[in-house]
């Protein structure tokens, strides 16, 4: 409760649409379960969900305006979808693990605004959900959802090994875990963009999960991302999916630690000799690798 009393006002609202639109949607996918499948209650069960969310949008603009409103509306919708996830994973066959991975999409999305408005709420805005993250990061959602119903629809019981895509939902759970703990840990010096010029207040932090890796909201969501694949049996994207992920940390380690080296000097430096990155294969930016990273790796800034 102390948690929620020291929320800004923004996280209190996304906080309340998400818990009544999964309330709302929850109760209106399993009222068939609860009611029996009668002709009415099929279309409440499937036409309901839709009709009630174009109604709490309407609700959603005559309440609020601007930022609150545009809040109001994502975390409306990634409670609904999170409902459509729990209505899935009632399902016997491979609907059950698309069902899991919506469920850890929608709580993603929701948990990284709720932890912005709770550990630096100065730099709160809608980008924090991070639904807009990136062209490439939209294209590979995509091509998961794709390459799912691809093999669901020729290969149904490829997507019934619900041991192994619990194992990924484990996987996502530690990922989670891990990257709101770097959130938490580091709070007003964390920031979803690199940042290039240092406040004042900026302070480098090497204390809680910091001094497991040096980059541990990248780890997170490293294996998250990973585990997404892996719940939803998806042998293709879980190689794909891993490799970019690679690529991307690799540029995005060596960029931000190039600009902490211009911050801290010799006290990251050495920060980086007791500490590694914590991603396989990813040394980030040291003055003796500079010249070697410059000849071999196009990726590089």
């Not at 009632?90 to 693990?97: D, I, K, L, Q, T």
């Not at 211009?262 to 294969?281: A, E, I, M, N, S």
Request: charged share 10%.
């Amino acid at each position: 409760m102390m948690v929620i009393r020291n929320i800004c006002p923004a996280g209190k609202k996304a906080l309340m649409w998400f818990l009544i639109s999964t309330l709302i949607f929850t109760t209106s996918f399993f009222s068939g379960s609860v009611l029996g499948f009668s002709s009415e209650l099929w279309a409440l069960t499937y036409w309901g969900p839709a009709l009630y969310f174009c109604l709490l949008t309407f609700i959603l603009r005559y309440c609020y305006t601007g930022f609150m409103y545009e809040v109001a509306l994502r975390s409306a919708f990634l409670g609904a979808t999170f409902s459509l996830g729990i209505f899935l994973t009632s399902f016997e066959n491979g609907w059950r693990v698309f069902g899991l991975y919506t469920i850890i999409l929608s709580f993603f999305h929701f948990s990284e605004f709720v932890s912005v408005a709770l550990t630096n709420p100065r730099t709160l805005s809608v980008s924090s959900f991070i639904l807009n993250h990136s062209v490439q990061y939209g294209v590979a959602a995509v091509a998961s959802w794709i390459e799912w119903a691809v093999e669901f629809y020729f290969f149904p019981d490829m997507k019934t090994f619900f041991w192994l895509s619990y194992c990924g939902v484990v996987m996502c759970i530690a990922g989670e875990v891990f990257r709101k703990s770097a959130m938490f840990t580091a709070k007003t010096n964390f920031n979803h963009t690199v940042q290039f010029v240092k406040r004042p207040d900026h302070e480098l932090v090497t204390h809680g999960v910091y001094s497991i890796c040096r980059h541990p909201s990248y780890v997170g969501w490293f294996y998250w991302s990973i585990g997404t694949q892996i719940t939803l049996l998806n042998p293709i994207c879980v190689i794909i999916y891993a490799v970019a992920s690679w690529f991307f940390f690799r540029e995005r380690v060596y960029a931000e630690e190039l600009t902490l080296i211009t911050f801290f000097g010799p006290q990251y430096v050495d920060y980086q000799k007791r500490v590694g990155t914590g991603l396989p294969c990813i040394k980030g930016y040291t003055p003796d690798n500079t010249s070697q990273h410059l000849r071999d790796d196009h990726w590089s800034y």
